[in-house]
Antibody, heavy 117, light 107 residues
Framework: EVQLVESGGGLVQPGRSLKLSCAAS????????MAWVRQAPTKGLEWVAS????????YYRDSVKGRFTISRDNAKSSLYLQMDSLRSEDTATYYC??????????WGQGTLVTVSS | DVQMTQSPSYLAASPGESVSISCKAS??????LAWYQEKPGKANKLLIH???TLQSGTPSRFSGSGSGTDFTLTIRSLESEDFAVYYC?????????FGSGTKLEIK
């Protein structure tokens, strides 16, 4: 059974950093692109970033470029999102997902990030 | 960015009925469209990709149609487990973008 378990969320002040992690199991992690998708409170879904099989290629939405870094460790079947210079508009539940040619087949249950002073 | 417009935003129906949800793209996305189901306390579920291809495990009462800019998710003979929020998503170009969601509630 595919499992994606996010961790690392919490309350953080504006301008500070936070690193999210996602532990994957039940599938061959290195065979999949991976992604982070977020959902602000009472809002819809928003793609944040994707990463290729070996981490050699990364893609970001404009609003997080230069502030967020997606990475992976295939030996540990883990995905990460380093979030720097956080803003109030980054407040959201962050989901780890598989990125299958652009659609997101498997999702974690999410980790909540709240950016507030 | 490609804007995805879903309608209606809210839909009330009874078990056994059939419903349709519309998703319109601001430009042609070929058939590069997926549909998802969101339920409280559960991981989001991919229902359909490539416009009409059912993901493994998706019940056959779900169907997707359309190409270009206009797409439809149809659920025949609603069951109690189908009452949820549904999202469409285009992946024809970066950034992938989602519709604003349709909440399907029991009448």
């Amino acid at each position: 059974e595919v499992q994606l378990v996010e961790s690392g969320g919490g309350l953080v002040q504006p301008g500070r950093s936070l690193k999210l992690s996602c532990a994957a199991s039940g599938f061959t992690f290195s065979d999949y692109y991976m992604a982070w998708v977020r959902q602000a409170p009472t809002k819809g879904l928003e793609w944040v970033a994707s990463i290729s099989y070996d981490g050699g290629s990364t893609y970001y939405r404009d609003s997080v470029k230069g502030r967020f870094t997606i990475s992976r460790d295939n030996a540990k079947s883990s995905l990460y999102l380093q979030m720097d210079s956080l803003r109030s508009e980054d407040t959201a539940t962050y989901y780890c997902t598989t990125d299958n040619y652009g659609w997101f087949a498997y999702w974690g249950q999410g980790t909540l990030v709240t950016v507030s002073s | 960015d490609v804007q995805m417009t879903q309608s209606p935003s809210y839909l009330a129906a009874s078990p056994g009925e059939s419903v349709s949800i519309s998703c319109k793209a601001s430009k042609s996305i070929s058939n590069n469209l997926a549909w998802y189901q969101e339920k409280p306390g559960k991981a989001n579920k991919l229902l359909i990709h490539s416009g009409s291809t059912l993901q493994s495990g998706t019940p056959s009462r779900f169907s997707g149609s359309g190409s270009g800019t206009d797409f439809t998710l149809t659920i025949r003979s609603l069951e109690s487990e189908d009452f949820a929020v549904y999202y469409c998503q285009q992946y024809n170009e970066y950034p992938p973008t989602f519709g604003s969601g349709t909440k399907l509630e029991i009448k």
